[in-house]
């Protein structure tokens, strides 16, 4: 298994310009998530989603769309990118199967770095 | 809302001391407790975790325990390595349906022969 991989690496956008970043499990879990990662400010929720066709939001969604037409891929999408979205942005999946500690771990991402002029 | 605080850092040690990261959370209902690591360049990885109160979780001779009456979760290790450098990460989540990760703001450790 491959686990969770993102694409690309790493990312150089001017202000204005829209991309997509890529992030894929190969382990069947239902529920994918997007953090960002802020120096002295942790990880951050952006979106997540509790299966195919499902998404909601996290705790700072603006300027970022997300869709979920497959188990496997949950594409992040900055549509008008502006300095503020300068940043390393991690995908997380787990499980919706409950193991006997009742928690279902989370698995991440290698990261994406993004870096907005 | 929830949160967790958890002590800034750099944390910088001799290798083989004992290292202590401290985490506090605010949290209604009974919350899981993670510590999260990330090595340089990487992604985070679950180090531990503790699902109850009293609970400890343990691993690679990290160990915290979870202290609802001062609802805490520190982090220690007897006697650190080099190898341990890295970012470490408290957080906390519910335990049903979707399990929202909350995060610390991290603490760095640096080790040193």
């Known amino acids: 298994n491959a686990g969770v991989t993102q694409t690309p690496k790493f990312q150089v956008l001017k202000t204005g310009q829209s991309m997509t970043l890529q992030c894929a499990q190969d382990?069947?879990?239902?529920?994918m998530s997007w953090y960002r990662q802020d120096p002295g400010m942790g990880l951050r929720l952006i979106h997540y989603?509790?299966?195919?066709?499902?998404?909601d939001q996290g705790e700072v969604p603006n300027g970022y769309n997300v869709s979920r037409s497959t188990t496997e891929d949950f594409p992040l999408r900055l549509l008008s990118a502006a300095p503020s979205q300068t940043s390393v942005y991690f995908c997380?999946?787990?499980?919706?199967?409950?193991?006997?500690?009742?928690?279902?771990?989370?698995?991440f991402g290698p990261g994406t770095r993004l870096t907005v002029l | 809302g929830n949160s967790v605080t958890q002590m800034e850092g750099p944390v910088t040690l001799s290798e083989e001391a004992f290292l202590t990261i401290n985490c506090t959370y605010t949290?209604?209902?009974?919350?899981?407790l993670f510590w999260y690591v990330q090595y340089p360049g990487e992604g985070l990885q679950l180090l531990l975790k503790?699902?109850?109160?009293?609970d400890k979780g343990s691993n690679k001779g990290f160990e915290a325990t979870y202290r609802k009456e001062t609802t805490s979760f520190h982090l220690e290790k007897g006697s650190v390595q080099v190898s341990d450098s890295a970012v470490y990460f408290c957080?906390?989540?519910?335990?049903?349906?979707?399990?929202?990760?909350?995060f610390g703001t991290g603490t760095r450790l640096l080790v040193s022969p």
């Open positions: 997380a999946s787990s499980s919706s199967r409950t193991s006997g500690s009742g928690h279902n771990e989370q698995f």
């Open positions: 382990m069947n879990h239902e529920y």
């Open positions: 989603s509790v299966g195919a066709g499902i998404t």
């Open positions: 949290a209604t209902g009974y919350p899981s």
């Open positions: 503790a699902t109850k109160a009293d």
């Open positions: 957080a906390l989540s519910g335990n049903t349906g979707f399990q929202k990760l909350v």
